[in-house]
């Protein structure tokens, strides 16, 4: 079963869609999942008649995707877009997730390229590094051990939620006066308690008796400790009744429980279904997926503002970094990750896990699937996760796997780390010298060869957040015209370090460390003086040298020329060999202090040649005149060329 196998029992549909319009014996077996029976319909109808509609040809492709036979699915999706290349990205993503069962990865990359106009960046970005993760990790092998648990029946089992001590879980196994669901010809699903046991094996599953009965679906419940409340979601019913749209649908409602036996509506929409709730308790949101007309594919996953779990505002869709083309459910936050489950086309088989982290001005980085062990080549959904102090983490998830106990199985696992294909995620900010952020800088990543593997740009205060697929070893750049470039490779030790950790990386504009003075550029010092008539290196002279050091280890391809001036007081001759002595004292600190030779290329004393008042030979003038000829600078004669 593929992503039918979860919410087939959720929603009736056998008039949406048609409630205006005469149905065809195979559009009815189609909307009655009767999918084996469609097929044969639909070829018949094919035969007999002058053809399928466009919508009734996708249903046939739909059925053979539903079924499991790739290859005639694929062949009917692409006819489908060769004469129709408008196909909806809905489907389309199905057209790529048969073809992805049968054909190479490149096919499918190729059908991608064709569409990529219409397909959102986020998607195509969320593609590329999810098919270079499951490329690079697959000879990664599991730390932990998965396993069924005990409390699986042969129907379906699944949505396994935490409550107390326990689980609370959804299943298809008859119980009380649960009638069949006809679709499926299994009982309407019902809510379920079963208790842990100490390595994680959920035992003695039983009727949970703490919401209100119903003769339909009650599933995939929430437990809030915070709010000591139960989310789940319900068929649409007055009593023993359904409630149909008037589109003839029967969706699945919200509800609120405090596990007394009542129950409240909180979310409602005879054409809407919902389903999965999530509570964060520190932001008052509830998650959830559902199929509103906006979503960007099926079923996508939405947040509202609650006041205590009542809805205090209207859906808030995640967008395209976590919503695509297929369907997405079962949201679930652990330890500031979102996990949730996807059939989008670049997974491993239908419906896979995926983990993003959130940030906090809201955004999300790019999804990255958990990989096989968790994932399979079947539907894999409805992972939850916690901190265990037996066995480190304690998680569940659900799955139609083969090998299974009945169609939907919950499956366990215990584990020291989170689950997941590793990843290098390197995030911080772009700073300046005094700590102001730098915007636009470039981040770059390149392999060994210097071949780049991802860039981003830095925010308005500097932030960067960048992430690929594990390397043991990588160079990390970061350049913005007239600023220093920063470049430095990195090891897989140095790498495990910075991993996830905020990193911080400074760069300097040139413009804080070069001025104009006397018609040229210097780098930027405060004046100093030497003693009267030397020319050693004073520790305060010393400080503002070491500046030097600084611009040409930020900017090593800087040429410099130092030159030195006095006063016109005493004999010139004195005062041309005075200052040629204070600059090559100043060239030699420079060299002492690591500036390479090839960065200075003259050092020149001027003596009084040059000054910058009147105060020349027998010209009286005050101290603090005197004091502005006699000077030291170190001048950039490459800048216009550089800059």
């Not at 940030?359 to 399979?376: A, M, T, V």
């Amino acid at each position: 079963m593929r992503f039918n196998s979860i919410v087939v029992f959720f929603i009736i549909m056998s008039s949406l869609g048609f409630s205006q319009q005469k149905k065809s014996k195979g559009d009815i077996l189609f909307f009655e999942y009767s999918y084996s029976a469609a097929i044969k319909e639909y070829q018949k109808e094919l035969r007999e008649k002058d053809g399928l509609t466009n919508k009734q040809y996708l249903n046939l492709a739909d059925a053979y995707l539903n079924t499991g036979d790739y290859k005639k699915a694929s062949e009917i999706y692409i006819r489908a877009f060769q004469k129709d290349t408008t196909m909806s990205t809905h489907h389309f993503n199905k057209m790529l997730q048969a073809l992805s069962r049968t054909s190479e990865v490149e096919k499918v990359k190729a059908y991608l390229s064709t569409k990529k106009d219409e397909l959102s960046p986020e998607l195509l970005e969320n593609a590329e590094f999810n098919y270079e993760l499951i490329a690079s990790n697959k000879d990664q092998e599991l730390d932990f051990e998965i396993f069924n648990i005990s409390g699986n029946s042969p129907k379906a089992d699944f949505g396994p939620a935490f409550y107390k001590d326990g689980v609370l879980f959804s299943s298809s196994r008859g119980s009380g006066s649960k009638k069949k669901y006809g679709p499926t010809g299994e009982a309407y699903l019902n809510i379920y308690k079963a208790d842990i046991e100490l390595q994680g094996d959920i035992k003695n599953p039983e009727v949970f008796k703490g919401i209100a009965a119903s003769f339909f679906h009650k599933a995939t419940p929430y437990y809030s400790e915070e709010l000591n409340q139960i989310f789940y979601v319900l068929s649409n019913a007055n009593g023993e009744y359904m409630q149909f749209s008037d589109k003839g649908k029967n969706a699945l409602a919200m509800a609120m429980s405090n596990g007394n036996g009542s129950f409240k509506y909180i979310l409602r929409d005879l054409d809407t279904s919902f389903y999965y709730p999530f509570y964060e308790a520190s932001t008052g949101r509830l998650f959830f997926a559902a199929n509103f007309e906006d979503s960007l594919g099926g079923t996508d996953i939405y947040y509202v503002y609650t006041n205590d779990g009542l809805i205090m505002s209207s859906p808030v869709n995640l967008g395209p970094r976590i919503n695509t083309p297929g369907n997405e459910i079962a949201p679930f936050i652990f330890e500031n990750s979102l996990y949730f489950s996807s059939d989008v086309f670049y997974g491993l088989g239908g419906m896979d896990v995926y983990k993003t982290n959130m940030h906090s001005d809201g955004s999300f980085s790019i999804p990255i699937n958990l990989g096989e062990g968790i994932n399979s080549s079947r539907d894999d959904f409805g992972f939850i996760i916690k901190n265990n102090d037996a066995n480190g983490l304690l998680g569940y998830f659900s799955s139609n796997r083969d090998g299974g106990k009945g169609g939907d199985d919950i499956y366990g696992f215990n584990v020291k780390e989170k689950p997941g294909l590793k990843t290098l995620a390197l995030k911080g900010n772009i700073v300046k010298p005094n700590n102001s952020g730098v915007y636009k800088a470039m981040v770059s990543i390149l392999d060994e060869e210097g071949k780049t593997i991802k860039e981003v740009y830095s925010g308005e205060e500097g932030q960067y957040e960048i992430e690929i697929p594990w390397r043991d070893k990588i160079v990390l750049q970061v350049s913005k015209e007239r600023f220093s470039t920063f470049s430095k490779t990195y090891n897989e030790q140095e790498l495990e370090a910075l991993n996830t950790n905020n990193f911080n990386i400074d760069i300097a504009n040139i413009e804080d460390i070069v001025v104009e003075s006397e018609d040229q550029d210097v780098i930027k010092m405060n004046k100093f003086y030497f003693g009267k008539g030397k020319w050693d290196i004073t520790p305060q002279i010393a400080a503002e040298l070491n500046k030097v050091v600084d611009a040409v280890k930020l900017f090593p391809e800087l040429q410099l020329r130092v030159e030195s001036h006095t006063d016109s007081r005493g004999g010139s001759s004195s005062n041309f060999t005075l200052s040629q002595k204070r600059a090559d004292a100043i060239k030699n600190y420079l060299l002492q202090q690591g500036v390479p030779t090839t960065n200075i290329l003259y050092a020149i004393g001027y003596g009084e040649e040059k000054l910058l008042n009147n105060c020349k030979n027998g010209v009286f003038c005050l101290e603090m005149l005197h004091n502005k000829n006699e000077r030291s600078l170190v001048a950039v004669l490459n800048y216009n060329l550089l800059f």
